[in-house]
Structures are given as C-alpha cells and as structure tokens.
C-alpha cells in the first residue's frame, strides 16, 4: 500500500529583524546569506519594491485599487563578472508555496518591463553555504545577546569588510555602489562593496 504524504501549508514565525548593520534582516537566515555573499558580490538589502497588478501579475509604475507591492530580499551583483541577481531567501520548507511562484513571476515580467540585465532566483536556506570564516562569523553572531555585543561585532565587519571608508554598515550605500549594483555602471575612483 503506497503512503501519501501531505505537505501543511508553511508558515512564517515571528522575525528576528536586525537592523544595526545599516540595513534591516527580517531574519538571522538572511544575515547568513549576506555573510555567504559579502567578499563576491556587492548587494542592496529590500531596496527594489515592485508594485503589480494583483490579477495579471504586471509591474505598474501607478499605485491604485488592486496593485500590489513586492520586495524582493536582495539585489546581489557579482564584484567581477558583473552578473546580477534578484534574490528571495526562503526555508526550504516554502518550497511549495504558491506564492513563490507569483513572486518569481512578478519578479521576471518586471526585469524585463524595465529591460534591467538581472535574472531572479530563490536561494533555499539549505544551499547557503558558509566558508570557515563565514561560519565563524554567523555563529559568533548568533551568540550575541545584548545589543552592545552586536555592535562590537558589527565595528569588527566594519574594518574586515571596508577599509577605504569608516562605518560601511552603518551608513545607507554611497550613489556609485547603488548604480553598480542595479546597473553595473563603473564610476572612476570608486570602490566597490
């Protein structure tokens, strides 16, 4: 006799929301993607909000009755091959959440609406990978219990992570960083994130 297994519908716990590093994670499994990310991509953390007619799934550039807003966790692009990503941080056990199928619908009619080199995928928390530092670094993290302790480690990414410019995680991204990441646009005498 041949089991059937019924997947529950998922649902979301209360967030963790961390919003010391100049940018706000809705989740600690978020902080674990950017940590994987950091040192190859330059990102922009829920800077893109895609409003959508909710019946067609279309970007609109006008707010009304039926229109919906989407904001994807990250834009990531790739520090030297260029390439750019859309990306939704998910736990695996959303896999088959329909939504994800709008979003990523949404996500590819508003790339190409905007004619922008991007592509979008979902990153399932079970295909971050952390290299020894990275993992070092969320668990170090992940022990932090006063908001004082959060902030020293915060200073350490700080000087590990920029050292042409003080407190890169305190402040919004510079003009040229935001035009690299969404475009890929180079400005002279600019680091890059």
């Given amino acids: 006799m041949a089991q059937t ?3 529950k519908k998922f649902k979301y716990g209360r967030s963790f929301k961390i919003i010391n590093w100049g940018v706000q994670f809705d989740s600690l499994l978020e902080l674990k993607y950017a940590i994987s990310i950091q040192d190859e991509y330059a990102f922009l953390r829920s ?3 895609i409003y959508y007619h909710h019946g067609a799934g279309q970007p609109t550039s006008y707010i009304r009755e039926g229109v919906r807003r989407y904001t994807p966790d990250y834009l990531i692009r790739h520090k030297q091959t260029g390439e750019a990503f859309l990306v939704e941080i998910k736990p ?4 088959n959440d329909p939504q994800l199928a709008l979003r990523r619908e949404v996500a590819e009619k508003y790339i190409h609406w905007r004619r922008f080199d991007w592509k979008f995928k979902i990153v399932f928390d079970d295909e971050i990978v952390l290299n020894r530092t990275g993992l070092s670094v969320f668990q170090d993290c992940c022990k932090l219990k006063s908001n004082s302790a959060f902030k020293i480690w ?3 990414q700080d000087k590990r992570y920029n ?3 003080p407190t890169y ?3 919004p991204p510079r003009e040229c960083d ?4 969404m475009l890929g646009m180079h400005s002279p005498g600019c680091n890059y994130i």
């Avoid at 695996?92 to 896999?95: L, M, S």
């Avoid at 935001?178 to 990441?181: Q, Y």
């Fill in 154 to 156: 915060l200073a350490q």
């Fill in 169 to 171: 995680f305190a402040k």
């Fill in 47 to 49: 800077r893109i909000a």
């Fill in 178 to 181: 935001i035009r690299f990441v």
């Fill in 163 to 165: 050292r042409y410019a």
């Fill in 5 to 7: 297994f019924v997947r």
């Fill in 92 to 95: 695996r056990a959303a896999e």
